[in-house]
């Protein structure tokens, strides 16, 4: 009942306007959608986890493909290339990747940029292009960068890649 009494109350507001005033209005309210629109959620940094043996045991990582390991030595990959496809986790899930054949050729038959619906993952070498390698269990520095769907970095680390064929 009280919206039924407001609203010719609003109508009588809006006829005590000039045209040029209601046009001047519907611009601002127009203008404040469009920036709620296009506003950016908050930027969330992340970090890829570990993919453990028993990660690499449920993924289709079969073929000649490589791993890639953040900072030195030993530790579990955090990145796993075969042909088109890789795998990375976040937040506890595994998720997939498409490469873009748009990119440059990575070793073994990979890419240099792999795609996906949460984030995009660049590989990139020191000497500024892939490094080809039909070696098995060769080895090179490699930086990883990640970007969220709004091609906003959320992470970058430096690592080794080792690829066998």
Not at 95 to 100: L, P, S, T
Not at 109 to 138: I, M, N
Request: with cysteine.
């Amino acid at each position: 009942m009280r919206w039924m009494t407001s609203f010719p109350l609003l109508a009588l507001a809006a006829c005590g306007q000039s045209a040029e005033q209601r046009r001047a209005a519907d611009e601002a309210d127009v203008e404040a959608v469009k920036a709620a629109q296009n506003r950016l959620p908050p930027l969330q940094p992340m970090k890829p986890e570990p993919l453990m043996q028993e990660d690499v045991a449920r993924i289709d990582a079969s073929g000649p493909g490589c791993m890639v390991r953040l900072g030195e030595g030993l530790a579990p990959p955090v990145l796993i290339t075969v042909g088109s496809f890789g795998w990375v986790k976040l937040d506890g899930a595994i998720i997939k990747v498409a490469g873009d054949s748009g990119s440059e050729r990575g070793p073994v038959d990979t890419w240099t940029r792999f795609t996906g619906k949460q984030v995009t993952l660049r590989l990139e070498y020191p000497s500024g292009a892939a490094v080809s390698s039909g070696e098995e269990g060769h080895s090179h520095p490699v930086t990883l960068t990640m970007r969220d769907p709004y091609d906003r970095v959320i992470y970058r680390g430096q690592g080794m890649q080792s690829c066998s064929s």
